[in-house]
């Protein structure tokens, strides 16, 4: 659940339109829409909505934090790979300057060979 979306599902509920709910959360939960509205409801209705407006803040805080720990494993993982690039670009650059070497020392020495004939 996204926390932008949360008022609105505490809104839909507390108006008792089931259909409006159904529109907010399914693109976020397709696979648990049907539940998850069944048990907001009994929130709603056992507790009110100032307790399914806490417990959806809560799924939003949750949510919001594993999407954050997402974004930092991939953080971590692209800072891993750009410096693994970073290496093999060296090395890369590396076997360039030493082909380069070689390659002037073979016209000197064709060069070299040239002048002896």
Do not use: C
Not at 20 to 39: N, S, Y
Request: glycine share 4%.
């Amino acid at each position: 659940m996204t926390e932008a979306a949360t008022p609105y599902v505490a809104q839909a509920i507390a108006s008792g339109n089931s259909q409006q709910v159904l529109d907010i959360i399914v693109p976020l939960a397709p696979g648990a829409a049907q539940q998850m509205l069944a048990v907001w409801e009994r929130f709603y209705t056992e507790h009110g909505v100032e307790v399914l407006q806490t417990m959806l803040d809560r799924y939003a805080r949750d949510a919001a934090a594993e999407d954050a720990y997402h974004l930092r494993a991939g953080k971590a993982v692209a800072e891993r790979e750009k410096e693994e690039l970073r290496v093999q670009h060296d090395q890369l650059l590396t076997e360039v300057a030493q082909m380069r070497a070689a390659r002037d020392e073979l016209l000197r020495k064709v060069s070299a060979e040239k002048q002896l004939f």
